[in-house]
């Protein structure tokens, strides 16, 4: 089994940045392709990113592109979600995800974090 833990998330005004951080167990992470999804109220999950297990490949869902950015430390095992320039629409819980093999660009999570609450106020 494998266990997300998800921390940075907070209120912040329109504009402005955060840095999404989830750590997993070390001896699966590695091997694991990560991402980030999100839910606002009302409305189903949806992809943000998602990162190769070497972090050699990325891919970002258009809303967030340019403004997101998907990176991880192996040697830390930690993924981390850089967003910067955010928007109201951007109010989510957010998740970190994991699987085993796969790929970025079709991203089908195994695995699930708890998730944390972004609030962007205008």
């Known amino acids: 089994q494998v266990q997300l833990v998800e921390s940075g998330g907070g209120l912040v005004q329109a504009g402005g940045s955060l840095r999404l951080s989830c750590v997993t167990s070390?001896?699966?992470?590695?091997?694991?392709?990560m991402g980030w999804f999100r839910q606002a109220p009302g409305l189903e999950r949806e992809f943000v990113a998602a990162i190769s297990w070497s972090g050699s490949s990325t891919n970002y869902a258009d809303s967030v592109k340019g403004r997101f950015t998907i990176s991880r430390d192996n040697a830390k095992n930690t993924l981390y979600l850089q967003m910067s320039t955010l928007k109201p629409e951007d109010t989510a819980v957010y998740y970190c995800a994991a699987r085993f093999g796969g790929n970025v660009y079709n991203f089908r999570s195994t695995y699930w974090g708890q998730g944390t609450q972004v609030t962007v106020s205008s």
């Open positions: 070390p001896y699966t992470f590695s091997s694991l392709t």
